[in-house]
């Protein structure tokens, strides 16, 4: 099925939104201050040598210097020392490296990939191992090695493997086909085995003319990731409403991705690119709970730190025919509606589905059919079972990056993440406790009470007797100071 990628950019954020029949299927964000460092290829300086840590520390340009443990250095001889890498299927391991001071020396270049960003005082995590990756292939400039993913099915990685031997040739270099590779052409292998050699042959030569910390390859932008990941034979058009972007893509795709060069288009409509979809507005009700169907059914998708559960209700939808046929159809949508939301959300991990119960076993097998024909159409790897015996599904999809949620949201102030918040009544209760456990332990001449206006209102009118029967108990006043700036859970008693 034919599919339009629209890309708004700004100096800021660039936003990325496929359409699909005119409806949005995924939402890209990249910010620019929070693009991270992994990935990027630096020509460092050795700054020490650690033999106690068996590390080195490498200036590569950064704040703080970058750590290269001794397990991640480049194997010199690997006749000497054993394969550069376990292999992909065998878990081959490799002898003990030799000491690192045998290795490196202070003032010495390296040419060191960052594994893992900086974090707090620690600085970035190195390896000199280097490795590219493509839209189906990684890339291993220093080592032979022909892998395939370990999550493709056995029986398949024989024939997969020596495909690409076929395909590589005897151009040098190792690769490892991922998993989303796994239905590629021989082509599209073709393509991305030429974009990866020709970005390492760039590598290499920034390399010889760099001096020492510099950065020689910046892992992509996402405007730039569209063309090698997300542009595919049913890509049917690439706009960008940047003319500076424009043409920057445009000379990229024509040196590393030219079968999508011809459909990269300027947008110049009057309005903003996302705007004839409603792109806004359908990243503001992905961040909801509730999705509604078009039958008037509706989802109820809650997002957890282990797992997201999504519940299926009829809502409005009565059916034409009987109780039987109304649930079978709210949940043959439901399925179709589950697919498209876990792409928008970008949900990972664990998904448990909740589906109406349905009695007939034809209906459970054409929902669940449905739903693995709509996730058939997910880039992203995904696993689907059957109903359980308490009719729940349970499926799994592969976590790529932060769900839309995690990145445009953060945990609210007032119900830290919960939710909900505990009523202005229980919010007055938990005062007066106070007030009485305060009151044995100190005698001031007056207690104060700052809260919420709402607690404040209630204190005001249906609680006043329980305040006037606390007062009168402890023997001295309370007065109430009515605090807009509070949460409703947030208080405070003054001793006066």
């Avoid at 606390?470 to 109430?480: A, E, T, V, W, Y």
């Amino acid at each position: 099925m034919t599919h339009d990628i629209l890309i708004n950019w700004s100096p800021q954020e660039t936003r990325v939104a496929i359409i699909e029949q005119g409806a949005v299927q995924e939402v890209h964000i990249e910010r620019a201050l929070e693009r991270g460092l992994v990935g990027n290829i630096y020509v460092g300086r050795v700054q020490r040598v650690l033999p106690g840590m068996q590390s080195a520390f490498i200036d590569i340009g950064l704040e703080r210097t970058a750590f290269l443990h001794v397990a991640d250095l480049l194997p010199h001889i690997q006749q000497r020392f054993g394969p550069a890498r376990a292999d992909a299927d065998h878990g081959g391991a490799r002898p003990a490296p030799p000491p690192i001071e045998r290795q490196v020396f202070e003032g010495q270049s390296l040419l060191v990939q960052v594994l893992k960003d900086p974090i707090g005082t620690k600085g970035a995590r190195l390896t000199a191992q280097i490795s590219i990756a493509g839209r189906l292939l990684v890339f291993l400039p220093h080592d032979e090695h022909i892998g395939v993913s370990q999550k493709i099915p056995s029986a398949q990685r024989e024939a997969l493997r020596q495909r690409l031997q076929a395909l590589v040739g005897e151009g040098g270099g190792g690769f490892i086909l991922r998993t989303n590779a796994e239905d590629a052409t021989d082509e599209e292998l073709a393509d991305d085995i030429a974009y990866l050699r020709k970005t390492w042959e760039r590598i290499r030569e920034r390399a010889g003319s760099a001096r020492p910390p510099a950065l020689l390859y910046e892992e992509l932008t996402l405007v730039q990731r569209v063309l090698r990941d997300l542009a595919t034979p049913a890509t049917r058009s690439i706009q960008v409403d940047s003319r500076e972007q424009f043409a920057a893509l445009r000379a990229f795709a024509q040196e590393y991705t030219p079968q999508v060069a011809e459909r990269l288009q300027l947008y110049r409509g009057e309005r903003p690119i996302f705007e004839p979809f409603q792109v806004d507005e359908e990243i503001l009700r992905a961040l909801g709970r509730r999705v509604e169907l078009k039958s008037g059914g509706y989802l109820i998708i809650d997002q957890t730190e282990a797992l997201t559960t999504i519940d299926v209700n009829t809502g409005a939808f009565v059916g034409a025919r009987n109780f039987d046929d109304t649930v079978f159809r709210t949940n043959l949508e439901a399925a179709q509606a589950i697919a498209r939301q876990l792409r928008l959300r970008n949900l990972g991990g664990i998904v448990i589905i909740d589906f109406i119960d349905m009695a007939r076993e034809e209906h459970r097998e054409a929902v669940l059919a449905e739903l693995r024909k709509q996730l058939a159409r997910d880039r992203v790897k995904t696993m689907v079972g059957g109903f359980s015996a308490l009719g729940l599904v349970e499926m799994t999809r592969k976590r790529t990056r932060e769900s839309l949620a995690q990145m445009l949201t953060e945990t609210c102030p007032a119900c830290d993440g919960r939710g909900r918040v505990r009523t202005a009544r229980t919010v007055c209760y938990d005062i007066l406790r106070e007030i009485l456990r305060e009151a044995r332990a100190f005698n001031p001449r007056e207690f104060r009470i700052v809260a919420a206006p709402a607690v404040i209102e209630r204190f005001l009118d249906e609680e006043s007797q329980h305040l006037a029967g606390l007062s009168d108990f402890i023997g001295k006043p309370i007065s109430l100071q009515s605090e807009s700036a509070m949460t409703q859970e947030q208080y405070d008693i003054v001793l006066l």
